[in-house]
């Protein structure tokens, strides 16, 4: 069993260009902890592409257990991303799953 941490954020950009370049940085530094936080078993992360009601970006990622999710939450290089993403991040949705 392995645990799907999932997160959904909106983000406070509210022009197209604006949006899409916050969404480009919370991908390229969220993904660049591939490799980076041993935790991580898998992560793919990219904006919605329907648009409408949806939120602006989603994460899923994928750990071997609660701890190793717990060590990749506390990890240096995540808070740093973190700080960014927060920056430009209205909402934020998580959910995390026992599969």
Not at 1 to 24: G, N, Q
Not at 75 to 95: C, I, K, N
């Amino acid at each position: 069993m392995t645990i799907l941490h999932i997160v959904s954020w909106k983000l406070t950009a509210t022009d197209p260009a604006d949006k899409a370049e916050h969404a480009a940085q919370m991908a390229a530094r969220l993904g660049a902890l591939v490799g980076v936080v041993d935790e991580i078993r898998s992560l793919r992360i990219g904006p919605d592409v329907v648009g409408g009601a949806n939120w602006d970006i989603a994460l899923v990622a994928e750990f071997d257990d609660e701890a190793a999710l717990g060590r990749y939450q506390v990890h240096p290089d995540h808070v740093a991303a973190g700080a960014y993403v927060r920056s430009v991040v209205a909402e934020r949705m998580a959910v995390d799953l026992l599969v």
